[in-house]
């Protein structure tokens, strides 16, 4: 029997430990922790996308501060914002919302960001810090694909785990935060061969790459985890990078699409940013 994981239940946990972290700066003097969002043009996923991160912040206590810019807007105007929110103290974590248009150099936008401030982790610095295994904020998805295997006791260390998929988004940087918890770690991407044969032999099988239903029945071992990254919007709905209903019954515990991994994405954006302002103020989060 396959038991689904509750991405909404692990992430409403994870919310209330930060709102208990906010109350306790404010409390303590140290100010209203911030999260900055930058959106360039109308795209409209990405405004939901947004919308529900500020609604986010206020359902803990933070302050949210909105920047939109039209979609037209040259690169240099983009860094200019970018560079106010560095330096401004209101603000802790700050993000640059992703795709941006196709004039716009998504990396150079990201590597304006201070490390320090860096709530989605994405930048060149953040990810250099998460791959020589120094301290740093991580990437918020990863990191979510972490929190819901403790959340559900599943043993990493010694752990035979696949990560199907690549990018710098959630491939490589999940790859590296199950490094870090002595996983024996494999990463596949689309020149591996028999893909079906090196996920079938793992213990966890983690899928992010973006291709609706990818993995089915063949992919999967008798008992094994399976976390599905994958958010594809098809004729039928939301669907994700594994085949559900295939994989159910061989399973032992399986991310549902939605309400598996994507109601973390933002619960780890907050708690970057309260982690970012703790470390400001020298402050020591609580157990």
């Known amino acids: 029997m396959t038991e689904l994981i509750d991405g909404k239940a692990v992430a409403a946990a994870v919310r209330a430990r930060v709102t208990t972290r906010v109350d306790a700066l404010r409390d303590g003097g140290g100010g209203t922790p911030g999260l900055a969002t930058v ?8 405004r939901v996308y947004v919308s529900g991160k500020h609604r986010a912040c206020a359902d803990v206590g933070m302050a949210s501060f909105d920047v939109v810019l039209p979609a037209d807007a040259a690169q240099e105007d983009l860094h200019h914002r970018i560079d106010e929110l560095a330096a401004d103290d209101r603000v802790h974590g700050m993000i640059v919302q992703l795709p941006l248009p ?13 490390a320090a401030k860096d709530a989605d982790g994405l930048t060149t610095v953040s990810q250099g810090l998460l791959a020589t295994g120094r301290p740093g904020l991580r990437p918020a998805t990863p990191a979510g694909v972490i929190e819901l295997l403790d959340a559900y006791g599943v043993e990493l260390r010694g752990a035979d785990v696949v990560v199907v998929g690549r990018s710098i988004l959630v491939g490589r940087p999940v790859a590296a935060l199950l490094l870090e918890r002595d996983a024996s770690v494999t990463v596949c ?14 213990d966890v ?12 029945r063949d992919h999967v ?6 976390i599905d990254v994958g958010i ?19 399973a032992r ?14 619960a780890m954006l907050l708690q970057n940013t309260v982690t970012a302002a703790e470390q400001r103020l020298g402050a020591v989060a609580p157990a």
């Open 189 to 202: 991407h689309s020149k591996t061969r028999d893909l079906a044969a090196v996920t079938r032999a793992a």
């Open 221 to 226: 071992g008798p008992g094994a985890v399976v």
């Open 205 to 216: 099988v983690i899928a992010a790459v973006g291709r609706p239903r990818m993995l089915g």
């Open 39 to 46: 959106l360039v043009g109308d795209d409209a996923a990405s």
């Open 102 to 114: 196709d004039h716009l150099d998504p990396l150079a936008a990201l590597d304006r960001i201070p």
């Open 253 to 266: 515990l399986l991310t549902p699409v939605p309400g598996g991994v994507g109601p973390m994405t933002i």
């Open 232 to 250: 594809n919007r098809t004729d039928a709905g939301l669907v994700g990078d594994v085949d559900a209903d295939a994989v159910s019954g061989v």
